[in-house]
Structure formats: structure tokens, C-alpha cells
């Protein structure tokens, strides 16, 4: 999930050489549906991130600038979810169909129940605040996979962090307390899993790399493999295996690490993507002030 204040330095460096315009994309782009072009939903926002789906298909989506939630219905209705929402960021539901969060107003993990009931999951690690949760995926296990980067906040009152490096932890359902799973990564973001539970993508935004990892049967990670040369903000995959990767747009890379084309948006920075809708057809795209959707050939996992 990329910053408040609009994008990194990084971010301006990767965006400089792309010239994006809304409606076009790469014509091998075949995850594409036959004659779609990108929409734009709405561009009132300070910075949208973090897209979830819930069982219905509704996607729900973050404004963290602003502190709020919003909700993209199934009907193509947008309308606000919930205000004051710990400055969530990333978003995953549960089975249960609890709106799981990075709130880092706090630092903490939320569960943000169908009536907005909060619960906190967790907020610190062996005692010392997190450096900021930021991006999540639920294993079929229930527990839960999340990066912790570390990005000034102008609402924090502190200056630097309690806890050195900034690493990927796993939180095994009905736990307490974090382990953490990588922590050789220069600065993690992104991260999502198969829906088989054996693999797990992680993007290092500041080495501009993003890694695959075999998932043991107790969650913890081996085998990594650099499965990208590129970073990314927020991730997500479909029913193919291919791997959406946002900063210029979106890219798309199948199972195999090859890319298959870009999708351009004419945004400074686009952050997060996840598919939605009845048939989870609909790639929804959380693009800076606004978010679009495109229709495709395939479907989400998530």
C-alpha cells in the first residue's frame, strides 16, 4: 500500500517514463474481455488503497488520507462504509466475513465486524509497537500473512521506529502473537497468497523485486525465489495464476514470472487492485484520487 502523501520518490522514478492514458492497454493483454476499456468509478479521494471482496462480490476499499472505508456494490453503487477507521490501509475479509485491516493510525490489525463493531487483533510484537502494518492476505488456515514497512506518519507521535529492519509476519489463527516469517527484505508492501495455500508473493517496493515463497505447514516460508524484477504497491492474482502488480498501472505476469502486458492509468501512482463483482469478472483498480474497473476474461482468486 503506497503513502498518504501521494507517492514516493521511487514511485515518481518508475512513473517517469510511462505516459498512461484511460481506455487503452497492451493488445497481448488476452486476460482482457474483448473490447472493455477502463472505467472510471469515481476521482473524489485523497488517496484510495487497499481493495477487498467480500462473498457477495462488493468491494470494499480505503481512503486513508480521509480516514474512511468505502463500499463498490455488485450493482455498481458506491457509498461510505464506515469514517474514523484507525487510518486503515490494507484490507482482507475473513470466512466469517469480518473486514480484516492494517490500521496504522495505531499500528495495529483490526477486525472490523458487518457492524462495524472493532475488534484489535494485535499491535505490538514481543512487546514493541509495529512499525506500521500495511498490506494482508488470509491463509485457508485462517491465519494471517501481513507486511510491516515502515513509512513516516505527519499523525504519529513518534520519529523512527521501536523495532529494527522491517519484515513479514504470520499470525496463526486464535494466536496473540506474530512470528515473524522474512525479514531479509529491504522494505515489504504488497503481499498475496494462492488460494491453495502454498505459495506466497511478497513485494519488496524498495528493491524493486517481488519474491515467491513455498508456505510450510506450520506458515513459515522457504524456497524464495525472485519471481519478478519488479516491485509493487498492492498485488492480487486470478483463476489462471497470473500476478497483477501495480505502480505504472497495473502489470500483469503469468505463473511463470513472464510478463504478459500493462494496463495503464492515467494516475500519479496506482496503488492496490482486486477483483470483484458477481462473477469476480470486474478488476478493480485503486488509483491515487480515483479507482476504475475493467472487465476480464478471468476471474479472482481472492
Known amino acids: 500500500m503506497n503513502r498518504i502523501c501521494g507517492f514516493t520518490l521511487l514511485g515518481f522514478m518508475l512513473m517517469a517514463t510511462v505516459n498512461t492514458v484511460v481506455g487503452q492497454?497492451?493488445?497481448?493483454?488476452?486476460?482482457?474481455?474483448?473490447?472493455?476499456?477502463?472505467?472510471?468509478?469515481?476521482?473524489?479521494?485523497?488517496?484510495?488503497?487497499?481493495?477487498?471482496?467480500?462473498?457477495?462480490?462488493?468491494?470494499?476499499?480505503?481512503?486513508?488520507?480521509?480516514?474512511?472505508?468505502?463500499?463498490?456494490?455488485?450493482?455498481?453503487?458506491?457509498?461510505?462504509?464506515?469514517?474514523?477507521?484507525?487510518?486503515?490501509?490494507?484490507?482482507?475479509?475473513?470466512?466469517?466475513?469480518?473486514?480484516?485491516?492494517?490500521?496504522?493510525?495505531?499500528?495495529?490489525?483490526?477486525?472490523?465486524?458487518?457492524?462495524?463493531?472493532?475488534?484489535?487483533?494485535?499491535?505490538?510484537?514481543?512487546?514493541?509497537?509495529?512499525?506500521?502494518?500495511?498490506?494482508?492476505?488470509?491463509?485457508?488456515?485462517?491465519?494471517?500473512?501481513?507486511?510491516?514497512?515502515?513509512?513516516?506518519?505527519?499523525?504519529?507521535?513518534?520519529?523512527?521506529?521501536?523495532?529494527?529492519?522491517?519484515?513479514?509476519?504470520?499470525?496463526?489463527?486464535?494466536?496473540?502473537?506474530?512470528?515473524i516469517v522474512e525479514d531479509s527484505v529491504?522494505?515489504?508492501?504488497?503481499?498475496?497468497?494462492?488460494?491453495?495455500?502454498?505459495?506466497?508473493?511478497?513485494?519488496d517496493i524498495q528493491a524493486n523485486k517481488t519474491y515467491r515463497y513455498a508456505i510450510e505447514q506450520d506458515g513459515s516460508l522457504k524456497d524464495r525465489q525472485e519471481f519478478v524484477p519488479q516491485g509493487s504497491d498492492g498485488m492480487t492474482l486470478d483463476s489462471e495464476g497470473n500476478l497483477y502488480i501495480t505502480g505504472r498501472g497495473v502489470t500483469v505476469y503469468d505463473n511463470k514470472g513472464r510478463q504478459l502486458g500493462n494496463i495503464p492509468v492515467s494516475a500519479n501512482w496506482t496503488g492496490n487492485v482486486c477483483f470483484g463483482g458477481k462473477d469476480r469478472k470486474t478488476l478493480f483498480i485503486t488509483a491515487s484520487e480515483s479507482v476504475y474497473t475493467l472487465r476480464m476474461q478471468v476471474k479472482g482468486v481472492e
Open 186 to 203: 529491504v522494505k515489504p508492501n504488497g503481499i498475496v497468497g494462492t488460494p491453495d495455500g502454498k505459495y506466497l508473493y511478497v513485494a
Open 25 to 179: 492497454q497492451s493488445p497481448a493483454l488476452r486476460v482482457i474481455a474483448p473490447g472493455a476499456t477502463l472505467k472510471k468509478v469515481a476521482g473524489t479521494f485523497a488517496f484510495s488503497e487497499g481493495p477487498a471482496v467480500n462473498k457477495r462480490g462488493d468491494i470494499y476499499f480505503t481512503d486513508q488520507p480521509n480516514d474512511k472505508i468505502w463500499k463498490y456494490d455488485i450493482r455498481g453503487k458506491l457509498s461510505l462504509f464506515m469514517d474514523k477507521t484507525g487510518r486503515s490501509n490494507g484490507l482482507y475479509f475473513d470466512r466469517k466475513g469480518n473486514l480484516i485491516s492494517c490500521a496504522d493510525e495505531k499500528d495495529e490489525l483490526w477486525s472490523i465486524g458487518p457492524d462495524k463493531k472493532v475488534t484489535v487483533l494485535l499491535s505490538h510484537f514481543e512487546g514493541k509497537r509495529l512499525n506500521g502494518p500495511n498490506d494482508l492476505w488470509i491463509d485457508p488456515k485462517g491465519g494471517i500473512y501481513f507486511t510491516d514497512p515502515y513509512y513516516q506518519r505527519d499523525y504519529w507521535d513518534r520519529k523512527q521506529p521501536e523495532i529494527p529492519g522491517q519484515k513479514v509476519y504470520y499470525l496463526p489463527k486464535g494466536k496473540t502473537e506474530p512470528v
